[in-house]
């Protein structure tokens, strides 16, 4: 390809871009964060959802955004964050994902748990109950349960609220694309196109050397 036409691609990038993002109505498909937050996400576009095992919505939710995830293009970077919402069975299964997140079993047993909640009707809401099925699944419950209590997952528990509240989440499943903007919508396909398009957003602003 010729200098001149890698330079007229670029260009009908930077153009589509903005398009792509130009049908976004601020307060109803997303609000900007103020301040701005700062991503760890190595120069890529980060996406965030805000979740909790025990949500139904998020339940419902899983599937689609997992599928939506799969597809997403090498710039941008997809990270989950568990959150307890204030609720105390809930905090206990944000430990939990943590918790497996450290024994290495987060990506065996991530949809079981949703499973074991929702359509069994497992009451998982507390440690002991936690701990024992998970050790029904193929976990060292013992293991577990120091991971569970360990200062690494309650750090990062912690820090999970912290972002909970320093992102404006007020309900879950949430979103939140690049540090700077909350996704909105009324159904969880136009969550995700309005994610779509707020990715494109943050890319048209940062120019088209992000997209490399």
């Known amino acids: 390809m010729s200098i001149r036409s890698t330079l007229l691609a ?4 930077v153009i589509a871009l903005p398009l792509q993002a130009a049908g ?6 997303y609000q900007t964060l103020e301040p701005p937050q700062h991503t760890d996400a190595n120069g890529k ?5 805000f ?33 307890g919402m204030g609720r105390i069975a809930w905090t206990n299964l944000a430990k939990a994902y943590y918790a497996l997140e450290a024994t290495g079993d987060l990506a065996r047993l991530d949809g ?3 499973h074991a909640i929702h359509e069994e009707h497992q009451p998982l809401f507390d440690e002991k109950a936690i701990s024992t099925w998970v050790g029904q699944h193929g976990v060292d419950p013992k293991k577990f349960t120091v991971a569970f209590d360990s200062f690494g997952v309650n750090t990062k528990l912690i820090q999970a609220e912290q972002m909970v509240e320093n992102y404006k989440i007020a309900g879950v499943p949430g979103l939140a694309v690049g540090g700077k903007y ?21 890319r ?3 120019g088209p050397v992000a997209h490399k």
């Open 204 to 206: 048209a602003e940062r």
């Open 24 to 29: 976004l109505v601020e307060g109803t498909d």
């Open 51 to 83: 979740f909790s095992y025990g949500c139904p919505h998020c339940n419902e939710f899983y599937p689609m955004v997992g599928a939506w995830a799969a597809k997403l293009p090498k710039d941008v970077v997809f990270k989950r964050v568990a959150t």
């Open 112 to 114: 079981p748990i949703f």
């Open 45 to 49: 576009i980060e996406v965030l959802e």
């Open 10 to 13: 670029l260009a009908l990038v």
């Open 182 to 202: 909350v996704v909105m919508g009324n159904s969880f396909e136009q969550l995700l196109a309005n994610t779509d398009a707020l990715i494109a957003k943050v």
